[in-house]
């Protein structure tokens, strides 16, 4: 019940905007949505910067850090969140394979700090998105000569 009635402000909130009032096929609002809400809705701080998602958007991914109980060991009872010291500019696309399925490769970070982040939270680089697979590639292969060189 309560995950039902997580979505439907939601979903009203996407209506808005192109289906007329009149021909909403929306239900109103729960009364309770605050208390429904914060039921599914977590809080993950990353070093400082507050990211939010819903529980069963991380559950989509069980083998993962986020998807599984190993996040518990990084829960803070006392901010009611969940606290990462790393680095959340790579953590917002961790956080987006969660909602959309696909790894994008952000092409102005290092590789190797990009590499180090899927490491620790579980996330394997061989599912880069069809997008950013050749820039990632191509950027592992440079890396890996450069190191060679040295
Ligand atoms: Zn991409």
């Not at 039902?4 to 996407?14: D, E, K, N, S, Y």
């Not at 208390?35 to 977590?42: A, E, F, G």
């Not at 996330?123 to 997008?131: A, L, N, S």
Request: charged share 30%.
């Amino acid at each position: 019940m309560a995950a039902v009635a997580a979505w439907l402000p939601f979903a009203r909130a996407a209506a808005i905007g192109w289906v007329p009032v009149a021909q909403q096929p929306m239900p109103p609002p729960p009364v309770n949505r605050e208390h429904n809400r914060t039921d599914d809705l977590m809080k993950i701080n990353v070093s400082g910067r507050r990211f939010e998602t819903w529980r069963n958007t991380l559950e989509k991914y069980p083998d993962t850090l986020l998807g599984s109980n190993e996040k518990e060991f990084f829960y803070d009872e006392d901010a009611k969140e969940y606290f990462f010291d790393r680095d959340p500019d790579i953590f917002r696309n961790v956080l987006n394979y969660y909602r959309t399925g696909k790894l994008h490769y952000p092409k102005h970070e290092c590789i190797t700090a990009y590499d180090e982040e899927l490491a620790f939270f579980g996330i394997m680089p061989d599912i880069i998105g069809d997008c950013c697979y050749e820039d990632y590639r191509d950027r592992k292969r440079e890396n890996n000569e450069r190191l060679l060189d040295d």
